[in-house]
């Protein structure tokens, strides 16, 4: 992915214009694919699946993410519509990324450049239901 200043979180929380065409671009049948997608208009995401599906998970940094659509993604901060009340970033983090950065999932942690977030680590249902 490009450099700049991103939104990293559940894409449903920013996307709501755009949700119908991330659906054809990310799920194949009974499948959510992951990986990089580009928009019909060109904006660029990552996009991958958590481990467990739905719940409240931490990067190394200790910030959290919310997940409703159990994924996690980044797209740039400046490809998102602020202007649309439906649109909120809150429940993800703006991250600045200097140069080029990769993106990945491997064993449930979720990689965008320096972020990693273990969506497999000490996952405890009950304790998000709270």
């Not at 959510?32 to 739905?54: I, P, V, W």
């Not at 490809?79 to 993800?92: A, P």
Request: with cysteine.
């Amino acid at each position: 992915m490009k450099p700049g200043i991103y939104y990293v979180g559940d894409l449903c929380y920013v996307l709501h214009d755009e949700w119908d065409e991330f659906c054809n671009l990310t799920i194949n049948g009974m499948s959510l694919l992951s990986g990089e997608f580009n928009l019909k208009d060109g904006r660029r995401f990552a996009s991958y699946c958590t481990q467990y599906g739905d719940g409240t998970y931490k990067d190394y940094q200790g910030r959290e993410y919310g997940v409703d659509a159990g994924l996690i993604g980044c797209i740039l901060l400046s490809d998102i519509d602020l202007s649309n009340d439906e649109n909120f970033i809150r429940c993800g983090n703006i991250v600045e990324f200097s140069g080029d950065f990769n993106t990945s999932e491997s064993e449930g942690k979720i990689t965008f450049g320096n972020v990693v977030i273990d969506t497999a680590a000490d996952y405890n249902e009950e304790e998000d239901n709270e």
